[in-house]
């Protein structure tokens, strides 16, 4: 993605400093995303809203007599966890259930669904990381899931990033959801140390790569690593698939297809991919949403 020269050139023209944090931002959207910053570094600033004859709107840290206090949240509130449910996903004191956003841990067992290994060690972990400590959230653009689950990355008093070190001590695999892409790189590049490094999960057989040619009517459970060759590419209106040996396919979302590189480009290769695999009647699929899912394999 490149820089928006327009957006560059605003920014740099702010001045920041222990007492003043901004000055006039006009209501745009480069505007308003340089407020949220601001108000981020400066929380306990008011900022003033108001119009001038020409009918503009501004935004200050100074007092007008024809402004009115703008209430926003700066996100460095803390707040205790009372419930840590598996190795991502928690409820705050104030109630609300917490997923991490861009990891995944495995599962622990709940009603009908059996463990995954390393889920009770994520669990184990987070309990431990999370004793007599406050959290702080900070969001991406999306700020539930479709279980009303608010999602959020958690930053300890002690400014530990909590998605990034479960990562790094190889208890979660990065998981992207597109648009919330907010730290994607940091994250990426943890899983792949951890992975490196042989650390937690990435050392444990469950979680070796499978042969797609050994995928059976049963499929797999949980999060998994499927390797085989593109054999060709099949379009849809709403998607493009992968098409592997075996009745298997990896689908991309056409409307995250700028994030990957030309798909064509994997046809004849072999990859490896990561995710959920689910079927329908004899065909396996795995929905890839970030290309940080899809590991071309050195064949040599």
Same mark, same amino acid.
């Given at each position: 993605?490149?820089?928006?020269?327009?957006?560059?050139?605003?920014?740099?023209?702010?001045?920041?400093?222990?007492?003043?944090?901004?000055?006039?931002?006009?209501?745009?959207?480069?505007?308003?995303?340089?407020?949220?910053?601001?108000?981020?570094?400066?929380?306990?600033?008011?900022?003033?809203?108001?119009?001038?004859?020409?009918?503009?709107?501004?935004?200050?840290?100074?007092?007008?007599?024809?402004?009115?206090?703008?209430?926003?949240?700066?996100?460095?509130?803390?707040?205790?966890?009372?419930?840590?449910?598996?190795?991502?996903?928690?409820?705050?004191?104030?109630?609300?259930? !917490?997923?991490?956003?861009? !990891?995944?841990?495995?599962?622990?067992?709940?009603?009908?669904?059996?463990?995954?290994?390393?889920?009770?060690?994520?669990?184990?972990?987070?309990?431990?990381?999370?004793?007599?400590?406050?959290?702080?959230?900070?969001?991406?653009?999306?700020?539930?899931?479709?279980?009303?689950?608010?999602?959020?990355?958690?930053?300890?008093?002690?400014?530990?990033?909590?998605?990034?070190?479960?990562?790094?001590?190889?208890?979660?695999?990065?998981?992207?959801?597109?648009?919330? +892409?907010?730290?994607?790189?940091?994250?990426?590049?943890?899983?792949?140390?951890?992975?490196?490094?042989?650390?937690?999960?990435?050392?444990?057989?469950?979680?070796?790569?499978?042969?797609?040619?050994? +995928?059976?009517?049963?499929?797999?459970?949980?999060?998994?690593?499927?390797?085989?060759?593109?054999?060709? !590419?099949?379009?849809?209106?709403?998607?493009?698939?992968?098409?592997?040996?075996?009745?298997?396919?990896?689908?991309?979302?056409?409307?995250?297809?700028?994030?990957?590189?030309?798909?064509?480009?994997?046809?004849?290769?072999?990859?490896?991919?990561?995710?959920?695999?689910?079927?329908?009647?004899?065909?396996?699929?795995?929905?890839?949403?970030?290309?940080?899912? +899809?590991?071309?394999?050195?064949?040599?």
């Amino acid at each position: 993605m490149q820089d928006n020269p327009a957006f560059v050139d605003q920014f740099s023209s702010y001045v920041y400093s222990e007492r003043s944090c901004l000055r006039s931002i006009g209501k745009s959207i480069p505007g308003l995303l340089i407020l949220m910053l601001c108000m981020a570094a400066c929380a306990d600033s008011k900022v003033y809203q108001w119009q001038d004859a020409k009918g503009s709107e501004h935004f200050s840290d100074r007092f007008n007599p024809d402004a009115t206090v703008v209430n926003i949240k700066s996100g460095y509130e803390f707040y205790s966890v009372k419930t840590v449910y598996d190795g991502d996903t928690v409820e705050l004191e104030d109630g609300r259930k !917490i997923r991490f956003l861009g !990891i995944n841990t495995p599962e622990i067992q709940h009603r009908n669904n059996p463990a995954e290994a390393g889920g009770e060690e994520a669990k184990a972990w987070l309990l431990d990381k999370l004793k007599n400590t406050k959290v702080r959230l900070e969001f991406d653009v999306e700020k539930t899931d479709k279980y009303g689950r608010t999602l959020a990355y958690l930053f300890t008093e002690k400014k530990e990033h909590i998605n990034l070190s479960l990562v790094k001590a190889g208890l979660a695999t990065v998981s992207i959801y597109p648009p919330n +892409l907010r730290y994607v790189n940091e994250l990426v590049a943890a899983g792949n140390t951890a992975e490196q490094d042989k650390a937690g999960l990435w050392q444990r057989l469950e979680y070796a790569a499978i042969p797609v040619g050994s +995928l059976t009517e049963a499929g797999y459970h949980g999060w998994t690593r499927l390797v085989g060759k593109v054999v060709s !590419i099949r379009n849809t209106s709403k998607s493009v698939y992968l098409i592997f040996p075996n009745h298997f396919e990896a689908r991309i979302e056409r409307q995250w297809l700028f994030l990957f590189p030309d798909v064509n480009e994997y046809v004849g290769k072999a990859v490896e991919v990561r995710g959920w695999l689910s079927k329908n009647k004899k065909q396996f699929s795995v929905l890839i949403r970030h290309p940080s899912a +899809l590991r071309q394999i050195d064949s040599r």
